[in-house]
T-cell receptor, first 115, second 112 residues
Framework: GAVVSQHPSWVICKSGTSVKIECRSL??????MFWYRQFPKQSLMLMAT?????????EQGVEKDKFLINHASLTLSTLTVTSAHPEDSSFYIC???????????FGSGTRLTVV | KNQVEQSPQSLIILEGKNCTLQ??????????LRWYKQDTGRGPVSLTI?????NTKSNGRYTATLDADTKQSSLHITASQLSDSASYIC???????????FGRGTSLIVHP
């Protein structure tokens, strides 16, 4: 079945630095990828939708200059948290879909801790 | 108002017991509905996917039902195990759109 690999699984960074999270579709081409943020015991919150080769569409309230999304190929999307602050600490999850898939395959998530 | 409502919000059961989780949606036009299991600190994993014409689908001890007329789905877990403790999320896809609509999830705790 469709597999989405997300790296790193956890990262600790200092306040003010940038962190890049990768999301790869291993055995299919993902025309659309999604990035989510999840706080403890809360549901996933969609941050942005990206289609290969075009700019990401950000949800209301998500700073596009802070959360840079690149979807340069059909198998790779990256989320860069720029100038991270402690309030950016969260669980970030990507998912991918294709026109044929009909559903969504999620990555395993990245736990970001900003100290 | 969320277009996908799940109930109960949380549920505690004893190991070996059965339980049923509910998902009501208003997303239209409907394409498909998926149930996901999310363990703490992990990404969601798909359990079942159901399209408009499907009423029941099983995956081991998980059985999902769909009533497209009433826009309701349920996930039945049989003979629960401790490893079933997780959040169960209902996700509905609108026909013609790639953007999913999530329910808030049901947190299930299975006690020994």
């Amino acid at each position: 079945g469709a597999v989405v690999s997300q790296h790193p699984s956890w990262v600790i960074c200092k306040s003010g630095t940038s962190v890049k999270i990768e999301c790869r579709s291993l055995d299919f081409q993902a025309t659309t990828m999604f990035w989510y943020r999840q706080f403890p015991k809360q549901s996933l919150m969609l941050m942005a939708t990206s289609n290969e080769g075009s700019k990401a569409t950000y949800e209301q309230g998500v700073e596009k200059d802070k959360f840079l999304i690149n979807h340069a190929s059909l198998t790779l999307s990256t989320l860069t948290v720029t100038s991270a602050h402690p309030e950016d600490s969260s669980f970030y999850i990507c998912s991918a879909t294709t026109q044929e898939a009909g559903g969504y395959t999620f990555g395993s998530g990245t736990r970001l801790t900003v100290v | 108002k969320n277009q996908v409502e799940q109930s109960p919000q949380s549920l505690i059961i004893l190991e070996g017991k059965n339980c049923t989780l509910q998902c009501n949606y208003t997303v239209s036009p409907f394409s498909n509905l998926r149930w996901y299991k999310q363990d703490t600190g992990r990404g969601p994993v798909s359990l079942t996917i159901m399209t408009f014409s499907e009423n029941t689908k099983s995956n081991g001890r998980y059985t999902a039902t769909l009533d497209a007329d009433t826009k309701q789905s349920s996930l039945h877990i049989t003979a629960s195990q401790l490893s079933d403790s997780a959040s169960y999320i209902c996700v509905v896809r609108k026909r013609g759109s790639y953007i999913p609509t999530f329910g808030r999830g049901t947190s299930l705790i299975v006690h020994p």
